[in-house]
């Protein structure tokens, strides 16, 4: 119980730091039917970080949101592990010295955390975890510019897990859904199941490279040769669930991409539209299917379960 600290509002809000820009995103989940987008606003930077971090806490009380924060590729590594034979309360200890010859810098000095991968029952399959690992540094610098603005971070997240939360949305039951989200940095695919992340990849294409018609076919060839083999490698390990559609995010000649894809790849492919299940009657600007490849992860990390005081 809060007695006389400042009213938290409920939700989550994830804030993400860009070169020339601070992205904001506010979703409410409990209680409703469908979650829906209170807020989705890109705001230019006026001076560095930490000046635009200060004008944004004033402007928009941050104080009062629980906020969360993305971690950007090349910040962090992802490792499919065996689960520890352990007690629960020992199990990230012993993920992070299963990952001391996996990483290029002592396990000491990283951060590490993990989440289970589903499925270590079928066919004999050994347990596994996603392990997740960043350098302590690497942590204090995404941390550092909001301590600096007095915005307090409770959670930095990374974009495979936020993505999952808007894929829980677009799954069927009993099914496996492959989502492949462009954005400005670059492609993330991801494999889930009953809310759960099963496998994550990077591919490097990013929205922009979608923007010209020359030699687009071989960029669509090359995204559907990616996407083939990651499907054909999920089918491998996760023989007893189906992918049942790929749906993916819009780009520069999206309709076209997913023509390409349908024609050339072993499942259904379907276009997304967050509006199918989620509400943002006050962010009409989502309506526009480039702002929601945009706005994906980012909103996807506002999605999270919010805590029980």
Known sequence: MNLFGKKRRPGWLCLNLHADRIDLSHVLVAGRSRPE????????KEGGDIDTL???RKELNLDRYQCATLLKPGEYQTFPVNAPNVPAAEAKNA???????????????AMVDAVHIPG???AGRAAQMLAVAARNEAIAAAVQPFNDADIELEVIDIPELAQRNVARLLEEEGRGLALLCFDDAGAMLTFTSGGELYQARQIEVSLRDFESDVDIEARFDRVALELQRSLDNFDRQFRNLAVSRLIVSQVPNGTRLVEYLGANLTVPV???DLEQVV??????ELRDPLRQSQCLQLIGAAMREERVA
Do not use: A, H
């Not at 987008?37 to 230019?44: A, D, K, N």
């Not at 993920?95 to 000095?109: A, F, H």
């Not at 509400?279 to 009409?284: A, I, N, Q, R, T």
């Open 37 to 44: 987008i209170l807020l989705c606003e890109s705001f230019r």
């Open 54 to 56: 200060k004008r944004l």
């Open 95 to 109: 993920v992070r010295w299963s990952l001391k010859d996996m990483i290029d810098y002592p396990v000491e000095t």
């Open 120 to 122: 270590g029952d079928n």
């Open 270 to 272: 379907v276009m997304l």
């Open 279 to 284: 509400d943002f009657p006050g962010v009409p």
